[in-house]
């Protein structure tokens, strides 16, 4: 099962941005690396009206798959299954599984905040294990967001230790 974390904030404080930068650095460094994002929107759609896929869900099909010369598409029914199951199922080849969203999986989890007036997520839900903050917070671990390179750094010492990167 691939190691996971979760970057966890409240909305606009830059998950998104930071997940990117950390992926590319860890990327870099020859690891294998999936992403994971939840979202509360609803009816979000990848099908353009009219297509194949379009028309197999239509028709009811509990899930549809594409496959292309160059992607693999699957919609479904979300699974029943906590996120490192989720994280083994879709990507068991990566070296590590980073998620957007997820505050309350039971996995370790990366703060980032924009907003100094916010509540702080660390103090509400269990397994974080650092804070991404502009401006950045007293403690440790902390960094700014423009940190991205030491997070991944953290994220490879704490999570990544030990394994040889499969790239």
Do not use: N
Not at 18 to 45: C, F, P
Request: glycine content about 8%; hydrophobic content about 40%.
């Amino acid at each position: 099962m691939p190691p996971l974390i979760a970057f966890i904030g409240w909305h606009d404080s830059g998950k998104t941005t930071l997940v990117r930068q950390v992926l590319t650095h860890l990327r870099d460094r020859g690891y294998v690396v999936a992403v994971i994002k939840s979202t509360k929107e609803r009816g979000i759609a990848c099908d353009r009206p009219g297509s194949d896929t379009a028309r197999y869900r239509e028709a009811g099909a509990d899930g549809v798959a594409l496959l292309a010369p160059d992607r693999l598409i699957v919609q479904s029914e979300p699974p029943a299954c906590d996120l490192p199951v989720l994280a083994e199922r879709l990507f068991p080849e990566a070296d590590i599984v980073l998620a957007e969203g997820f505050k309350h999986a039971d996995v370790p989890k990366i703060e980032v905040r924009r907003d100094s007036t916010a509540p702080l997520l660390r103090d509400q839900v269990p397994g974080v294990i650092a804070v991404a903050a502009e401006p950045p917070l007293d403690g440790e671990p902390c960094f700014r967001l423009d940190q991205s390179r030491e997070i991944a750094a953290l994220i490879e010492a704490r999570l990544l230790g030990g394994r040889a990167a499969k790239r």
